[in-house]
C-alpha cells in the first residue's frame, strides 16, 4: 500500500520559516519525480517545486530564492525549506511522488503566515 504522508505545517509570522517534509512508502522512492504543491482558499493549485529522480530542480517564479526542495532517498523523504515567508504563501501544501503513469498524492498541511 502506497503512503505519502507531509508533516510540517503551521502558523508563522511574514518573514518567518517552516521545513515540510513527505514521507512515501510502499514505493521504490528514489526512481519516482517529486514535487510540492499548494492551494489557496479561492485559487487553482498551483506547483511549488519538483525535485527528479537524479535530483535536478525546478521551482515557481514565486517561490524562487525563498523555497529549497532537496530529498533523502535514504530515508524516502522530500523537504520543502521556506524562508521569508509571505501572507501570499498561505495554503495546503501537498506533496506528489511520480513516475510515469503512477501518480500519487498526500492529505496535504496547511501553512498559515499571518502576523
Known amino acids: 500500500q502506497v503512503q505519502v504522508v507531509e508533516s510540517g505545517g503551521g502558523l508563522v509570522q511574514p518573514g518567518g520559516s517552516l521545513r515540510l517534509s513527505c514521507a512515501a512508502s510502499?514505493?521504490?522512492?528514489?526512481?519516482?519525480?517529486m514535487a510540492w504543491y499548494r492551494q489557496a482558499p479561492g485559487k487553482q493549485r498551483e506547483l511549488v517545486a519538483t525535485?527528479?529522480?537524479?535530483?535536478?530542480?525546478n521551482y515557481a517564479d514565486s517561490v524562487k530564492g525563498r523555497f529549497t526542495i532537496t530529498r533523502d532517498n535514504a530515508k524516502n523523504t522530500v523537504y520543502l525549506q521556506m524562508n521569508s515567508l509571505k501572507p501570499d504563501d498561505t495554503a495546503v501544501y501537498s506533496c506528489?511522488?511520480?513516475?510515469?503513469?503512477?501518480?500519487?498524492w498526500g492529505q496535504g498541511t496547511q501553512v498559515t503566515v499571518s502576523s
Open positions: 506528489n511522488a511520480n513516475r510515469g503513469v503512477l501518480n500519487y
Open positions: 510502499g514505493i521504490i522512492f528514489s526512481i519516482y519525480d
Open positions: 525535485i527528479s529522480n537524479d535530483g535536478r530542480k
